[in-house]
């Protein structure tokens, strides 16, 4: 079964700033500290990454996934589901990009993930935590620092 988690955060720059360093995919390996690489595999017309290979620190080892993303209520959400992974069977989620009041955006990161080893679900909803707060957090930091 799998687990979901969402996690929010408040970035001080507009939503469109935020979504344009998400969709940067081929730079996450710059700012995202457990992604090790990324490979666009595909590309739809209008030059965003659809297809992407992913290496990535998980569990004290490596592993190897590929995603999917949908820009279909773009710029608000980028949506993503996982097409094949080692660890992983399910790793879908998205993120969504509202204004905050005050100014800045509220980040949402919607998550939801199954692995393919047997684990507790405590410790599946741990991980899942972890990788939804430290990629909030990176992405927080990297949309204010580059502004």
């Not at 998400?22 to 990454?49: N, S």
């Not at 204004?99 to 410790?123: M, N, W």
Request: hydrophobic residues 40%; aromatic residues 8%.
């Amino acid at each position: 079964m799998a687990e979901q988690a969402t996690e929010r955060t408040t970035v001080l720059a507009p939503p469109e700033r935020c979504y344009a360093v998400v969709t940067d995919i081929e730079r996450y390996p710059e700012w995202a500290a457990d992604i090790k690489q990324v490979i666009v595999e595909r590309r739809d017309d209008a030059g965003r990454p659809v297809r992407c290979a992913f290496r990535a620190a998980a569990f004290g080892r490596s592993t190897s996934y590929t995603l999917e993303y949908d820009y279909a209520d773009a710029p608000h959400v980028l949506a993503w589901r996982l097409v094949e992974g080692d660890i992983a069977t399910k790793l879908d989620g998205c993120y969504v990009f509202d204004p905050a009041d005050g100014g800045g955006s509220d980040v949402t990161y919607h998550l939801e993930v199954e692995l393919r080893v047997p684990i507790p679900g405590f410790i599946k909803m741990r991980a899942a935590s972890r990788i939804m707060h430290s990629a909030l957090r990176e992405l927080k930091a990297r949309v204010e620092s580059t502004q």
